[in-house]
């Protein structure tokens, strides 16, 4: 059974940085392509980042450049450093595999305020 634990989050003023992890339960190269997701208030869960078993990397538009996904097979963890925070990136913060499992997380929620 799959778990997914992310971490990490927490208040920032704009232009800061925090680094989210997310710890997934079991061989994390069973997981193939590794994503995070995040969900704003009111709004749908969008996806911002990929990483596959390789190292390959995508990013969403909206956080090229400043963002960073990362992942460490041991332990079996997917980090996401965050630089350059607008409060447009506030939301709750996913992990997940990519396309995602029907299962998520709790989620970690990143505040930027302006």
């Known amino acids: 059974q799959v778990q997914l634990v992310e971490s990490g989050g927490g208040l920032v003023q704009a232009g800061g940085s925090l680094r989210l992890s997310c710890a997934a339960s079991g061989s994390i190269f069973s997981f193939g392509t590794m994503g995070w997701y995040r969900q704003a208030p009111g709004k749908q869960r969008d996806f911002i980042a990929r990483?596959?078993?390789?190292?390959?990397?995508v990013y969403a538009d909206s956080v090229k450049g400043r963002f960073t996904i990362s992942r460490d097979n041991t332990p079996n963890t997917v980090y996401l450093q965050m630089n350059s925070l607008k409060p447009e990136d506030t939301a709750t913060y996913y992990c997940?595999?990519?396309?995602?499992?029907?299962?998520w997380g709790q989620g970690t929620q990143v505040t930027v305020s302006s």
């Open positions: 997940n595999k990519y396309p995602p499992l029907a299962t």
């Open positions: 990483i596959t078993s390789s190292g390959l990397k």
